[in-house]
Each structure stands twice: as structure tokens, then as C-alpha cells.
């Protein structure tokens, strides 16, 4: 893993006269799975959006590999929780856009990709179902494909699973760590959501209530290991992982009230 | 990677095998359900016995002389003068006229409308530079205008489709700026981050978007075309249904009036029908 891959450097960010951000110092490493976690509302996501290209900050600035950050591009890839995917486009369709304005891969290859990452979010089946027909986890996994698909070395997921059952929620968490080791990506995850946090997560940064500022940062994988078989949940480590962020979130919370 | 809890809708309209008497108590059942759903085959048989239910209570009432048939002639006296009217007074050539006149301005209409409402809606100095007059326009009623109008254009064709396309135009481009209003930013934010320049923002994502609302506005804003007809026909105008309306009424020919009606509002629902099969055709995925 490279040390410095996404590095913040005094990254603040008012909204008018609003602080949302207050300057912020992070770096992470490159293949890291890392979660946003705070409180709603608490400015998490204005910082996603800055990585993404979508927000600039009013101070400070965001390097990706020693390049600077200052529009979105395909290298950093978005999946939000609602509107997904495209409804007026098949799920192969769906996939098939994230390569749409790539001048260097030939029509064939665009094609084997499409194959490819269907086959990687177990949606071959589906491939000529409309969004419209398929359920909202497969919606989902059609956007990480997208995403996957257009090449993006960071994923920047805005509670892709806020709107998802508990059961299809955990099965999506468990594809996600998969896929993400497999095809080596960085992703940055934004929850409120402290289980899925724990359960996802190499590394938690913890903000307050805004403006986000960082209050804790918790190497996950030092204390439950890379791997995370479904039932980690029920061990004692886990347990006491998700009741120190609690607190930490809870105490976090009381102080803003 | 699927499993039980993350598995595809079922298609739409596909119900397991049952009776027929059965699909038919369903369907039926439906009808009297609140927001309950029945099959377009019973829906239609519903409309179309309301149609003769009431067409039989105003051909009752007018037998029975409880009208005066100068004011409201019965069905058959309207059937009998939409006859007359079609093989001695060349009503087909007026339903072209008016058909024509209609569709022209509509088309101009949506021609400017479009590209204005997505611009007013894209680009805040269009917004605030055209809103606050086309909204003050819109609210002008067209009769107001025709005195103008024949002093801008004259009594011809012009004048007409001018009307016509006054009536159409300043509502439909605030629809069309509202439909690009509505285009989720998720769809245009997920579309930059792979590389989509403005262009084809427009094309590959805003324009699919808001596709379904703006065909649905385009046929509510055809439907307002049709009921500005009378005033631009009345325009010393020599042709269109809104002439043949006019003359009839002059003479009282009040059958002549209500077949002139009735026809304005048939060549509406079947245009009407036509542009919602096109709604299903282009919108499958809906």
C-alpha cells in the first residue's frame, strides 16, 4: 500500500457564512477501504464531494497520486444512494456508460469489460433487465460495476446502502470487501451507520457533528484482521470495536447537542 | 452472487396462471378498490358504457322535450347534422385546416420551448433574464391579444398560428425548464466523473431524463392548442372547425355547433391516444 495515495492538505469548506468543513490533514493509503463515519449532516459527504471534483474547498487542497484534485474525472468514481443507475438504460448499458467517452479501448474491449464486470457483480443474468426490474441491491452493484468499468482507481460511495434491507444490505457489504481486495481499489465510504463502518472498514476517520473536524482515526484491520467472514459480527472483538465507536459517536453527538 | 433477499421484481403485468371467471372477479374487484388495479380490457368496457349511459340520459331527456333542442339538440340531431356536414359541407377540409394550423404553431411552439426551457433551467443568466417576462406574459389572456395581432400580422394564416402559438408557447417553456429542473443531479454528477463533457451531459443524460415528462407535456400543452382554435378561426377566417362553429352559431344551427365540438374533441382524444401509445413505445423501460 502506498502511504500517501489521497492526501488532504487543510481542506476546509463554508457553505456562505456556514463552516461545513473545518481544515482537515488526512492521507490515505492506496487499496485502503476507508469510512467516513460522524453524525448526519455533520459535512462527511461535502468532503467525498471534494474528492470527487464535485465541491472545491475554500481552503486547502486534495492530491491523488501527486495530482491535484480540481474536477471530477473518471480515476474517481461516485455511487450515490438514490438515482443509481440510469432507468432509460439496460443493466449492461448501465455498465457499458462508465466506458462511454473512452477513446482508448476499441468496441471489443468495451464489450469484454461489460462481460467481465457482470460477471464480477453476479448480474449476467440480468444483463438485458431495465433498472426498473430489478431490485434496489442489484441497482447497486450495477453502479459499482459502472464505476469499476470506467476505470476508476477510487470509488467514493455516499451510503450506497442507506436504502437497502438489513439482509441485502449485509450481502452487499460482503461483496463490496470482496470485490474491492480483488480488483485492488481505494474506496472511501460514507455512513452513519457505526456497524457497517466497523464491518466495512481498514480504517475508520470519525468526525464530529459540524463542522466536521476528525476525532478519532481506528486501524479496523489491527484489531479484526483483513478478513471478514459474515459471522466476525457475533465475535467479542467486533463487539467491543462497535461499542468504542459508539461511545465515541455518542459522546461526540451529546457535545454538539 | 444473488441470493434470496436481493432478487429481481417481478415483470409487471405478469400474474400467475388462474380462472378466467376468477381473473375476472379480480379485475372487477378492482374497480371498486381504493387505488385497487384491474385489467385495461374491463377499463375500457367501464369508459365506454359511461359514454352510452350518458349519451342515453341526454337522448332520453331530449324526446322527452325536458330541453329545448335549439339550446341542447340530442345525439341524434348532432350525428345527423356531423353527416350533413361531412358530405355537403366539406368538413373533412376543415378538420385539415385546423389540424394544420394547430400542429403548425404546436411544432413552433415546441421548437422554441424546448431549447429555451432547458437553457432557462441550465443557465441561471437565461433563468433570470427571460422568467419573469414570459411569466408575465403567460398570464395575458390570448382574446386580449387578437386586436394586436391583426395590427402586428394582418388577418391571414400569420395571425392565426400566432394565437395559437401564444396560447402554447409561454406555458410550455416553464414545463420544459421545470422538466430540466427535475433532472436528478446524481444522474449529471455520475456522468461528469466518467468523463462527460456539457454536450454530452445534454444529450446522453439530460435530454434521456427528462424525455418521459417532456412527451407528457408536450401532449397536455397540444390539448391547450386545440382549445384556443375557436378564438384564432374567429379571426375573419374563411375555413377551420372554428369557422364552421362560428357560422352555425349565427344561424343557431346549434346541432352544427355541438358536431363542430364534438369533432375538436374526438380528433383530441385520438391524438391524445396516439401520443400516449408513442409515451409506451419510446419509455418501455418505465
Known amino acids: ?257 | 452472487m444473488s441470493g434470496a433477499m436481493d432478487e429481481p421484481l417481478p415483470e409487471r403485468g405478469k400474474r400467475p396462471a388462474q380462472g378466467r371467471s376468477k381473473t375476472l372477479r379480480t379485475a372487477l374487484g378492482g374497480l371498486f378498490a381504493f387505488r385497487g388495479r384491474s385489467s385495461p380490457t374491463v377499463e375500457v368496457g367501464v369508459s365506454v358504457l359511461a359514454a352510452a349511459i350518458v349519451l342515453g340520459l341526454w337522448e332520453a331527456a331530449s324526446r322527452a322535450g325536458w330541453i329545448a333542442p335549439q339550446f341542447l339538440p340530442s345525439p341524434s340531431a348532432v350525428l345527423g347534422a356531423l353527416w350533413t356536414m361531412t358530405t355537403e359541407q366539406s368538413l373533412g377540409y376543415h378538420i385539415a385546416v385546423s389540424t394544420g394550423r394547430v400542429w403548425a404553431a404546436f411544432l413552433l411552439a415546441a421548437a422554441m420551448a424546448i431549447p429555451i426551457g432547458i437553457l432557462m433551467s441550465s443557465y441561471r443568466i437565461v433563468g433570470a433574464a427571460l422568467e419573469p417576462m414570459i411569466d408575465f406574459i403567460r398570464y395575458l389572456p390570448v382574446p386580449a391579444l387578437v386586436p394586436l395581432s391583426i395590427i402586428w400580422f394582418g388577418v391571414g394564416e400569420t395571425t392565426k398560428i400566432f394565437l395559437l402559438w401564444l396560447g402554447t408557447f409561454f406555458q410550455l417553456v416553464l414545463l420544459v425548464a421545470d422538466d430540466m429542473r427535475r433532472v436528478p443531479h446524481e444522474y449529471v454528477e455520475v456522468a461528469r466523473t466518467v468523463g462527460a463533457n456539457s454536450r454530452q451531459l445534454m444529450w446522453d443524460v439530460a435530454l434521456r431524463s427528462m424525455g418521459p415528462t417532456l412527451l407528457d407535456n408536450l401532449r397536455i400543452t397540444l390539448g391547450w392548442c386545440w382549445t384556443y382554435l375557436i378564438i384564432a378561426e374567429i379571426v375573419a377566417a374563411s375555413s377551420g372547425i372554428g369557422y364552421v362553429i362560428w357560422q352555425a352559431r349565427r344561424f343557431v344551427k346549434t346541432p352544427e355547433v355541438m358536431a363542430g365540438v364534438v369533432v375538436i374533441g374526438l380528433i383530441g382524444l385520438v391524438t391524445d391516444q396516439l401520443l400516449r401509445l408513442l409515451h409506451r413505445r419510446f419509455f418501455r423501460y418505465l
Not at chain 1, 476505470?151 to 470485490?179: H, N, W
Not at chain 1, 481498514?202 to 466536521?212: G, K, M, T
Request: glycine fraction near 8%.
Open chain 1, 1 to 257: 500500500m502506498t502511504a500517501d495515495y489521497l492526501r488532504f492538505y487543510g481542506v476546509a469548506k463554508t457553505f456562505g457564512t456556514v463552516p461545513v468543513v473545518r481544515r482537515t490533514d488526512l492521507s490515505i493509503a492506496r487499496d485502503a477501504l476507508v469510512v467516513f463515519l460522524g453524525p448526519s449532516g455533520c459535512g462527511k459527504t461535502t468532503l467525498m464531494r471534494m474528492v470527487g471534483g464535485l465541491d472545491s474547498p475554500t481552503e486547502g487542497w486534495i492530491e491523488l497520486d501527486g495530482g491535484r484534485v480540481d474536477r471530477p474525472d473518471r480515476r474517481r468514481g461516485m455511487v450515490f444512494q438514490s438515482y443509481s443507475s440510469f432507468p432509460w438504460l439496460t443493466v449492461a448499458q448501465n455498465i457499458a456508460f462508465g466506458m462511454r467517452y473512452r477513446d482508448d479501448l476499441t468496441a471489443a474491449e468495451k464489450q469484454e469489460r461489460v462481460r467481465h464486470y457482470l460477471d464480477l457483480v453476479g448480474l449476467t443474468d440480468f444483463a438485458d433487465s431495465y433498472p426498473s426490474r430489478i431490485s434496489g441491491g442489484m441497482r447497486q452493484r450495477v453502479a459499482i460495476a459502472r464505476t469499476l468499468a470506467a476505470g476508476s482507481e477510487v470509488l467514493l460511495m455516499d451510503e450506497p446502502f442507506g436504502a437497502l434491507d438489513a439482509l441485502t444490505r449485509e450481502r452487499l457489504q460482503v461483496q463490496l470487501r470482496s470485490i474491492q481486495k480483488r480488483e485492488a481499489k481505494t474506496v472511501v465510504f460514507v455512513t452513519h451507520d457505526v456497524e457497517e463502518a466497523v464491518f466495512l472498514a481498514d480504517r475508520i476517520i470519525l468526525f464530529s457533528a459540524r463542522p466536521a473536524t476528525i476525532v478519532a482515526d481506528i486501524d479496523v484491520t489491527a484489531e479484526l484482521g483483513a478478513e471478514r467472514p459474515l459471522d466476525i459480527r457475533e465475535t467479542r472483538p467486533f463487539f467491543d470495536l462497535r461499542n468504542h465507536v459508539l461511545h465515541l459517536i455518542r459522546h461526540e453527538t451529546s457535545e454538539a447537542a
